[in-house]
């Protein structure tokens, strides 16, 4: 694997984990204006339960 092969494997991890991050934030917001339940937010945005409820404690 070439350097340049390498930066691109790890620039789509990085955007990978932005665009998750987003999604987490996104569910905080909708439950905290009170629009969605965790449950309900999560399915709607593609989100597992199990993982935003381990994001919320960290």
Request: net charge negative.
């Amino acid at each position: 694997m070439t350097l340049e092969d390498s930066l691109k494997v790890e620039r789509k991890q990085w955007l990978k984990e932005g665009r998750a991050e987003a999604q987490m934030d996104a569910v905080d917001k909708l439950v905290a204006e009170g629009i969605l339940d965790e449950a309900k937010a999560c399915e709607v945005l593609g989100v597992s339960l199990d993982d935003y409820l381990k994001h919320k404690t960290n």
